[in-house]
């Protein structure tokens, strides 16, 4: 459909409702944080309410027009990524918070309110919302939900799909639903609320949700630990387990210190370089965490550590940790966001090292992860001479291996980051046959005529 001809179509069956053509936004509103694939919107529209929502997908459906929800665009899968001229919805509007319930500990919030706002809001009330990550100054709520994004301390809080207590969506039928509608507990047949939570924008589009907040946890420090080895992680992660009330146990390498000190300028947190860190969050015991320091250096698992002294240095010494995405945006990374069980990651961990050591001798690879949940992220960083396609073909190739492995340990190709299009050719890795024709039945049900994020996930 050419320019002309879809501006006519938009401002009659779509009257009042914002939009726009422009370059600029039709790059901005259709890519996420991903770089494999050029943008190709048609349209931006900018809906202000559940209705005008529900008359773009009846319009979509009409035409037989792919349609993609779109939120802070922090994704790594190309979850949504416009490739084939489709209409991007921006939920940049749906950003209000409201209804907040101080009896019920509960708020709804627009689906465009960032996940930031959201904390912030909680901090005010004197509560809490614990769903914390890198990208949480920009990050969409909607997105989070639909991709049941975890974070750093889903060790001690659990994952986004723990905290939503309802929502509103439309359905790539057109259909509002309104799922749950804050109930704790409510066994009246099947719970549709969960099909949404990590659909990826595959069966409808979320506009409202409502969320529980939680009481704030008792003051928490920070100890960073330097460690002498891969195996050592997880020896230190059952030691701090034992001792302290963990809220996260995060993991990098030393290639991933470099690239944040150089990055951003920072020091080196230590006198030297160490092979492996963790950063462990905690409820404040200070004679606790010295035992678990001095264990793990008798144990020569721990070679030096630091514990926060005030916010200030706790802040400071998260940003080692939360500064490692930023700091390799622009190799244009590839990304393996990965998970096994808690108990297997030690000898998952060995054999992928090997795997990395002999299939990528040429690239540069940053390990970081959030150990205490089993979840871990590779990222291999383009070198500045190959372009990205190449880059991109080989690590296809090398995922064979990757994920070859993961099947082996009844992992999972995407831990928190979704499928999208990114890890959509290796969905068999971490799910049957069985389970694939199952999703693609369930898309069909949602959305019969194929309008809602099309190709992304399941065809």
């Given at each position: 459909?050419?320019?002309?001809?879809?501006?006519?179509?938009?401002?009659?069956?779509?009257?009042?409702?914002?939009?726009?053509?422009?370059?600029?936004?039709?790059?901005?509103?259709?890519?996420?944080?991903?770089?494999?694939?050029?943008?190709?919107?048609?349209?931006?529209?900018?809906?202000?309410?559940?209705?005008?929502?529900?008359?773009?997908?009846?319009?979509?459906?009409?035409?037989?027009?792919?349609?993609?929800?779109?939120?802070?665009?922090?994704?790594?899968?190309?979850?949504?990524?416009?490739?084939?001229?489709?209409?991007?919805?921006?939920?940049?509007?749906?950003?209000?918070?409201?209804?907040?319930?101080?009896?019920?500990?509960?708020?709804?919030?627009?689906?465009?309110?960032?996940?930031?706002?959201?904390?912030?809001?909680?901090?005010?009330?004197?509560?809490?919302?614990?769903?914390?990550?890198?990208?949480?100054?920009?990050?969409?709520?909607?997105?989070?939900?639909?991709?049941?994004?975890?974070?750093?301390?889903?060790?001690?809080?659990?994952?986004?799909?723990?905290?939503?207590?309802?929502?509103?969506?439309?359905?790539?039928?057109?259909?509002?639903?309104?799922?749950?509608?804050?109930?704790?507990?409510?066994?009246?047949?099947?719970?549709?609320?969960?099909?949404?939570?990590?659909?990826?924008?595959?069966?409808?589009?979320?506009?409202?949700?409502?969320?529980?907040?939680?009481?704030?946890?008792?003051?928490?420090?920070?100890?960073?630990?330097?460690?002498?080895?891969?195996?050592?992680?997880?020896?230190?992660?059952?030691?701090?387990?034992?001792?302290?009330?963990?809220?996260?146990?995060?993991?990098?390498?030393?290639?991933?210190?470099?690239?944040?000190?150089?990055?951003?300028?920072?020091?080196?947190?230590?006198?030297?370089?160490?092979?492996?860190?963790?950063?462990?969050?905690?409820?404040?015991?200070?004679a606790a965490a010295m035992q678990v320091f001095?264990?793990?250096?008798?144990?020569?698992?721990?070679?030096?550590?630091?514990?926060?002294?005030?916010?200030?240095?706790?802040?400071?010494?998260?940003?080692?940790?939360?500064?490692?995405?930023?700091?390799?945006?622009?190799?244009?990374?590839?990304?393996?966001?990965?998970?096994?069980?808690?108990?297997?990651?030690?000898?998952?961990?060995?054999?992928?090292?090997?795997?990395?050591?002999?299939?990528?001798?040429?690239?540069?690879?940053?390990?970081?992860?959030?150990?205490?949940?089993?979840?871990?992220?590779?990222?291999?960083?383009?070198?500045?001479?190959?372009?990205?396609?190449?880059f991109k073909q080989q690590c296809e190739v090398?995922?064979?291996?990757?994920?070859?492995?993961?099947?082996?340990?009844?992992?999972?190709?995407?831990?928190?980051?979704?499928?999208?299009?990114?890890?959509?050719?290796?969905?068999?890795?971490?799910?049957?046959?069985?389970?694939?024709?199952?999703?693609?039945?369930?898309?069909?049900?949602?959305?019969?005529?194929?309008?809602?994020?099309?190709?992304?996930?399941?065809?």
């Amino acid at each position: 459909m050419q320019a002309d001809e879809l501006s006519s179509l938009l401002e009659t069956e779509l009257p009042g409702l914002a939009w726009s053509m422009q370059a600029s936004d039709l790059i901005k509103f259709g890519q996420d944080w991903t770089r494999f694939h050029e943008p190709q919107a048609a349209v931006v529209l900018f809906p202000n309410n559940a209705e005008e929502v529900q008359k773009i997908i009846q319009v979509a459906n009409q035409h037989q027009q792919v349609v993609i929800p779109s939120g802070g665009r922090t994704g790594y899968s190309a979850g949504a990524v416009a490739t084939q001229g489709e209409w991007i919805i921006s939920m940049v509007r749906f950003n209000q918070i409201s209804n907040f319930n101080p009896i019920d500990l509960t708020v709804t919030v627009g689906a465009g309110v960032i996940t930031e706002q959201l904390q912030s809001f909680a901090e005010e009330q004197g509560l809490f919302y614990p769903v914390d990550f890198a990208s949480a100054g920009s990050s969409h709520i909607a997105g989070n939900i639909a991709t049941n994004a975890g974070g750093i301390r889903v060790l001690r809080y659990g994952l986004t799909r723990d905290y939503v207590l309802g929502l509103t969506v439309v359905t790539g039928a057109g259909e509002v639903l309104q799922l749950n509608k804050g109930l704790v507990k409510n066994a009246s047949g099947l719970d549709f609320r969960h099909l949404f939570i990590g659909s990826e924008g595959i069966l409808g589009v979320v506009v409202a949700a409502e969320i529980k907040l939680i009481q704030k946890p008792p003051t928490q420090a920070v100890m960073l630990l330097a460690l002498t080895s891969l195996e050592a992680v997880m020896s230190v992660f059952a030691l701090a387990r034992k001792s302290l009330i963990l809220s996260s146990f995060e993991f990098f390498s030393d290639r991933s210190l470099n690239r944040v000190m150089q990055h951003r300028g920072f020091d080196n947190p230590f006198d030297e370089l160490h092979p492996f860190y963790v950063l462990l969050e905690f409820d404040e015991d200070e004679a606790a965490a010295m035992q678990v320091f001095e264990s793990g250096i008798e144990a020569a698992w721990v070679t030096d550590g630091i514990i926060a002294q005030s916010i200030d240095q706790a802040q400071q010494l998260w940003q080692y940790r939360e500064g490692i995405s930023e700091s390799i945006a622009h190799f244009t990374p590839y990304k393996n966001d990965i998970s096994v069980k808690i108990s297997k990651v030690p000898e998952f961990m060995q054999q992928l090292e090997d795997i990395l050591v002999a299939e990528y001798p040429a690239f540069e690879t940053i390990w970081f992860g959030h150990i205490g949940d089993g979840n871990l992220h590779l990222n291999i960083l383009k070198p500045e001479t190959m372009d990205t396609d190449t880059f991109k073909q080989q690590c296809e190739v090398v995922n064979q291996h990757v994920y070859g492995l993961i099947a082996e340990f009844a992992g999972s190709i995407s831990a928190e980051h979704g499928v999208g299009l990114i890890k959509k050719p290796f969905l068999a890795y971490s799910k049957s046959a069985a389970e694939i024709h199952l999703m693609q039945q369930v898309k069909h049900v949602f959305d019969p005529n194929g309008v809602l994020n099309k190709g992304k996930v399941v065809d």
